[in-house]
């Protein structure tokens, strides 16, 4: 399987994985030889973060996301749950753990402006993420 780790920062947090997603594309490209374009599935196996593709150029949008999903579900101690990390669960929820990113020749396809991030809801913690290559028709 095709994996890597990364230890997050601050409560919630948006981190920039674009770079080590395309290192494990060029890994998958090599372990796997044959079409060079397909799909690569990505997967976040955690609970309280999720991945998400956005503007990758402004850190000012990370900041203003970041800021808007503390707003939108804030640390509650009326939640329920024991762990008092209810809030991240939700934002979870609404980032998705997964992501389907086209590639083509080799590379990832994405927008001119386009990164792909792991939003982090509970932390700082060591969080993994999983990729799948999926080759395209030879």
Not at 48 to 69: H, K, Q, S, W, Y
Not at 75 to 99: M, R, V, W, Y
Request: proline share 7%.
């Amino acid at each position: 399987m095709l994996a890597f780790d990364i230890t997050t920062q601050g409560r919630c947090r948006m981190h920039d994985i674009t770079g080590e997603v395309r290192r494990l594309l060029r890994e998958a490209l090599t372990q796997f030889p044959g079409p060079r374009s397909g799909a690569l599935a990505l997967f976040c196996p955690h609970t309280t973060c999720g991945l998400t593709i956005n503007e990758g150029a402004d850190p000012d949008v990370c900041r203003d996301m970041e800021g808007f999903f503390r707003r939108l579900v804030p640390q509650d101690p009326a939640f329920a749950h024991a762990e008092g990390n209810s809030d991240a669960h939700i934002k979870c929820t609404l980032h998705g753990p997964s992501l389907l990113v086209l590639v083509e020749d080799g590379e990832l396809r994405l927008g001119t402006w386009q990164a792909i991030y792991l939003c982090e809801g509970d932390g700082p913690r060591r969080r993994s993420v999983w990729a799948q290559w999926l080759p395209g028709p030879r």
